[in-house]
C-alpha cells in the first residue's frame, strides 16, 4: 500500500512555478521522500529526494515540512514538457526496511500553455 | 550503457507461450527493480535484487513469474504459460546501491494474444 496522498490532477501555466504537494503522515524516521515522474509512455524519471532537510537540484526543489508529515514538490518554470504524472514515494533507508518503491496514483499534472 | 535497458522493447506472444524479457542495468549498478504496468495503471512492484540475490520477491503474482540476475549484471523476468492478463508494460530499474534513487529503463510491452 502507497503511505502517500496526493491529489489526482493540477493544472499550471506554463512559465509559472507548480506546487505539488503530497502527505505522508505515517512516514518513519528512516524514511526517505522521492519523487519520480512519468512523461505518457515512457519509463519514470528520478526527480529529486529527501529526507528531513529541502533539496534542490535542477529539476526541482523539495520542501519537507518540520514534522515529516507533507512535502511540496516545486518545479520553478514549468513548460509544456513537465506535463506528466507525478509520483510521491516514501521509502526505507536501513536494512530494517523493504527498499521497494510503492507507487501511488500520482498527480497528473497538466501544463497549459 | 547510459541507461537501463530493455529489451525486446515490444513483444507479442500466443497466450501459452513462455516469453523472457532481459534488463541490462547501468554498469556497475547493484540493485534492479522489476515492475510492470497495466494499460491507464499505476506501477506494480514485482521484485527486486541485490546483487544475485533477491531479498524480496512479494510482488510476483503467481509462480508462472520468475525472475533471475546473473554476475550481478543483467536480469532476466520470465513469464510461463503466458495468460492475456499478462498483458503489460514490464519495467527495470537500476540503483548503484539499494539506498540511492533508482533509474528506469523504457520498458518492454507485452501483448499476450
Known amino acids: 500500500d502507497a503511505k502517500t496522498t496526493q491529489p489526482t490532477s493540477m493544472d499550471c501555466a506554463e512559465g509559472r512555478a507548480a506546487n505539488l504537494p503530497c502527505n505522508h503522515s505515517?512516514?518513519?524516521?528512516?524514511?526517505?521522500v522521492y519523487w519520480y515522474r512519468q512523461i505518457h509512455s515512457q519509463g519514470p524519471q528520478y526527480i529529486i529526494h529527501?529526507?528531513?532537510n529541502n533539496e534542490t537540484n535542477e529539476m526541482a526543489s523539495l520542501i519537507i515540512t518540520e514534522d515529516r508529515k507533507s512535502s511540496t514538490l516545486i518545479l520553478p518554470h514549468a513548460t509544456l514538457r513537465d506535463t506528466a504524472v507525478y509520483y510521491c514515494i516514501v521509502r526505507a533507508s536501513s536494512t530494517s526496511g523493504t527498499y521497494k518503491y510503492i507507487f501511488g496514483t500520482g498527480t497528473r499534472l497538466k501544463v497549459l500553455a | 550503457g547510459a541507461g537501463v535497458s530493455q529489451s525486446p522493447s515490444n513483444k507479442v506472444t500466443e497466450k501459452g507461450k513462455d516469453v523472457e524479457l532481459r534488463c541490462d542495468p547501468i554498469s556497475g549498478h547493484t540493485a534492479l527493480y522489476w515492475y510492470r504496468q497495466s494499460l491507464g495503471q499505476g506501477l506494480e512492484f514485482l521484485i527486486y535484487?541485490?546483487?544475485?540475490?533477491?531479498?524480496?520477491k512479494s510482488g510476483l503474482p503467481s509462480d508462472r513469474f520468475s525472475a533471475e540476475r546473473t554476475g550481478g549484471s543483467v536480469s532476466t523476468l520470465t513469464i510461463q504459460r503466458t495468460q492475456q492478463e499478462d498483458s503489460a508494460v514490464y519495467l527495470c530499474?537500476?540503483?548503484?546501491?539499494?539506498?540511492?534513487?533508482?533509474?528506469f529503463g523504457q520498458g518492454t510491452r507485452l501483448t499476450v494474444v
Open positions: 530499474a537500476s540503483s548503484q546501491h539499494l539506498n540511492t534513487e533508482a533509474f
Open positions: 505515517t512516514i518513519s524516521g528512516n524514511e526517505y
Open positions: 535484487f541485490q546483487g544475485n540475490s533477491a531479498p524480496d
Open positions: 529527501g529526507l528531513k
